[in-house]
């Protein structure tokens, strides 16, 4: 199955500093490529976890004694490490983009270049789908999608447009979707406006935001002291969310401080922000907004 290559692979390992003993884990296991680089670096007694709510990822499981694929979302990595017996790890690895191979299935309806049903569910044994986001949810239910996490100025406009459509039946197909929010979308930016709206009801669908602020929540008790997270995100909203947690340990507003002005965080980064090369951009166009960061447990 073809998951096309892994971004910034070499940067987002070596960010690891992986010991040949140690114990990691990948909590967006995809086509395998991130996990398969770890397990080039790792010696006999080195073990690593992988992570993918995805059905379809299960069929690139590697067939390695030191490698185990859990079929669950990453926001349970605490709950199911304890089931296997671990405790702490030494690195979490992941990288938060839709994998190439769920934009290029065109019924699962993550992609704009597709004729689909409304679905884009990475769990699909999931209720909630972009069917019911966009059917069910009230008007100010959907402008708040599409304006927290489409970042979209017309978002008001939006939902009512979506709601003034739903009156004569369903919309059940993305090139109905689009029809419905052409007057919204300008021939010179049409793909990023609906690169923004598929986003919006992406990430609601998934509950992406909610998940990533549970896998952070986590880093400080699952990994070991001097162990490091290594995380790529594609959009602003996650960075934004990983940068503040790094240098914060809270999502908003500031740490308490002592009557000397310093606070404590568990975690310090490790380096500046890393992005893609030209030449990696130009080889996987899905690099092109990834920004990947580095962090260890004080």
Same mark, same amino acid.
């Given at each position: 199955?073809?998951?096309?290559?892994?971004?910034?692979?070499?940067? &987002?390992?070596?960010?690891?500093?992986?010991?040949?003993?140690?114990?990691?884990?990948?909590?967006?296991?995809?086509?395998?490529?991130?996990?398969?680089?770890?397990l080039?670096?790792l010696? /006999?007694?080195?073990?690593?976890?992988?992570?993918? =709510?995805? $059905?379809?990822?299960?069929?690139? &499981?590697?067939?390695?004694? !030191?490698?185990?694929?859990?079929?669950?979302?990453?926001?349970?990595?605490k709950?199911?490490?304890?089931? +296997?017996?671990?405790?702490?790890?030494?690195?979490?690895?992941?990288?938060?983009?839709v994998?190439?191979?769920?934009?290029?299935v065109?019924?699962?309806?993550?992609?704009?270049?597709?004729?689909?049903?409304?679905?884009?569910?990475?769990? #699909?044994?999931?209720? *909630?789908?972009?069917?019911?986001?966009?059917?069910? +949810?009230?008007?100010? #239910?959907?402008?708040?999608?599409?304006?927290q996490?489409?970042?979209l100025? =017309?978002? /008001?406009?939006?939902?009512?447009?979506?709601?003034?459509? !739903?009156? #004569?039946?369903?919309?059940?197909?993305?090139?109905?979707?689009?029809?419905?929010?052409?007057?919204?979308?300008?021939?010179?930016?049409?793909?990023?406006?609906?690169? =923004?709206? +598929? =986003?919006?009801?992406?990430?609601e669908?998934?509950?992406?935001?909610?998940?990533?602020?549970? *896998?952070l929540?986590?880093? /400080?008790?699952?990994? %070991?002291?001097?162990? !490091?997270?290594?995380?790529?995100?594609?959009?602003? *909203?996650?960075?934004?969310?990983?940068?503040?947690?790094?240098r914060?340990?809270?999502?908003?507003?500031?740490?308490?401080?002592?009557? +000397?002005?310093n606070?404590?965080? /568990?975690?310090?980064?490790?380096?500046?922000?890393?992005?893609?090369?030209? &030449?990696?951009? %130009?080889?996987?166009n899905?690099?092109?907004?990834?920004?990947? !960061?580095?962090?260890? $447990?004080?």
């Amino acid at each position: 199955m073809d998951y096309h290559n892994a971004v910034l692979l070499k940067e &987002t390992v070596d960010g690891l500093d992986v010991k040949p003993d140690g114990v990691y884990v990948d909590v967006t296991f995809g086509g395998g490529g991130h996990s398969r680089e770890i397990l080039k670096r790792l010696g /006999p007694k080195g073990k690593l976890y992988a992570f993918d =709510q995805d $059905k379809d990822a299960l069929l690139n &499981t590697i067939d390695d004694n !030191r490698f185990t694929l859990i079929n669950e979302n990453f926001r349970f990595i605490k709950r199911f490490l304890r089931f +296997y017996g671990v405790k702490e790890v030494d690195g979490v690895l992941a990288d938060f983009g839709v994998s190439s191979h769920q934009f290029d299935v065109a019924e699962r309806g993550f992609s704009t270049r597709f004729e689909a049903d409304l679905d884009m569910r990475m769990n #699909q044994d999931s209720q *909630l789908s972009a069917f019911h986001v966009i059917n069910k +949810y009230e008007e100010e #239910q959907l402008k708040n999608v599409l304006l927290q996490y489409g970042e979209l100025r =017309q978002a /008001p406009a939006m939902a009512r447009v979506i709601i003034e459509e !739903r009156v #004569q039946g369903e919309i059940k197909s993305s090139e109905h979707l689009k029809e419905v929010l052409k007057k919204f979308v300008k021939h010179k930016n049409e793909h990023k406006v609906l690169a =923004q709206i +598929y =986003q919006a009801i992406r990430i609601e669908v998934n509950q992406e935001i909610e998940a990533l602020k549970e *896998l952070l929540s986590q880093m /400080p008790e699952v990994l %070991k002291v001097g162990g !490091r997270l290594s995380f790529i995100s594609y959009h602003s *909203l996650e960075d934004r969310l990983v940068k503040r947690f790094i240098r914060n340990g809270l999502f908003e507003g500031e740490p308490v401080r002592d009557v +000397y002005g310093n606070f404590e965080v /568990p975690l310090r980064k490790v380096g500046g922000l890393i992005v893609p090369s030209k &030449t990696e951009i %130009k080889e996987n166009n899905r690099a092109r907004s990834a920004k990947l !960061r580095v962090a260890e $447990k004080i």
